[in-house]
């Protein structure tokens, strides 16, 4: 049975991808920061729905001992792992001239610093397997001033897939998948008059649900995307 890592894995994106794996019988490890008892729900849901394995494991990402402690815990668990999706991810969007240096240093640590750590030391327990990198369409067409500091962590991570794709090759295949607007509790508080502006930059007219950005994942994670590596995938409807 094969073991998938999902960042950030208790809500959005990565509760619907750890989802997806699970109803295909992977082992799950589920990565959350604070929340442990909504983690420890989600696999007791798992573990009934899917008859599979799953592993909680709290950890910032952004601090390396605690990112070393959890690939160790999954070693010990598991054995190795076949599958990791650097999902996790924060924004803190402010008016430029009120964003602080310490914000954007968060913004980075999370965004681009931890998938870093976690791709470093995760890599050392893979055998032939795959990575998945979230970044987003912000990072290249869809950006926004008040999201700088999200717009440059997800474009660095565009560049730490090509740079991973290369050192990893080939028994591991690096990928990147760039997210549009999702309906996530990330964007729960934004204007109905913003989202309209959204949605009609979109071809679909919609924000996307958090299930068909999980199927793209678990699709480049398996062997029928064997021959793609290294790409960099829009996944946001089409923008004009």
């Excluded at 019988?25 to 696999?43: D, F, P, R």
């Excluded at 500091?149 to 295949?173: C, E, M, N, Q």
């Excluded at 678990?218 to 995307?225: E, G, Q, R, S, T």
Aim: hydrophobic content about 40%.
């Amino acid at each position: 049975m094969k073991t998938v890592l999902i960042t950030g894995s208790t809500r959005g994106i990565g509760l619907a991808t750890a989802e997806v794996f699970a109803q295909n019988g992977y082992n799950i490890v589920l990565n959350y920061l604070n929340n442990e008892a909504l983690a420890l729900k989600i696999a007791q849901d798992f573990t009934r729905k899917y008859q599979v394995k799953v592993l909680t494991c709290q950890c910032n990402i952004g601090v390396e001992d605690e990112v070393k402690d959890m690939v160790k815990k999954i070693k010990d668990t598991f054995g190795q792992i076949d599958c990791l999706v650097n999902n996790a991810g924060i924004a803190l969007d402010n008016e430029l001239t009120s964003k602080s240096k310490e914000e954007f240093n968060q913004v980075l640590e999370t965004n681009l610093i931890g998938p870093f750590l976690v791709t470093k030391y995760v890599q050392q327990i893979m055998g032939k397997g795959s990575i998945i990198n979230v970044s987003s369409n912000g990072a290249t067409t869809n950006g926004y001033i008040e999201a700088i500091d999200y717009d440059a962590s997800k474009a660095g991570l565009i560049a730490l897939t090509h740079d991973f794709a290369k050192a990893l090759a080939p028994k591991i295949r690096v990928n990147c998948i760039l997210p549009g607007w999702v309906k996530t509790d990330m964007n729960q508080d934004l204007s109905e008059k913003f989202q309209e502006t959204q949605k009609n930059k979109c071809l679909l007219k919609r924000f996307a649900k958090p299930e068909e950005i999980a199927q793209v994942i678990y699709f480049l994670a398996n062997d029928v995307a064997s021959f793609v590596n290294d790409a960099i995938i829009n996944v946001d409807g089409g923008l004009k």
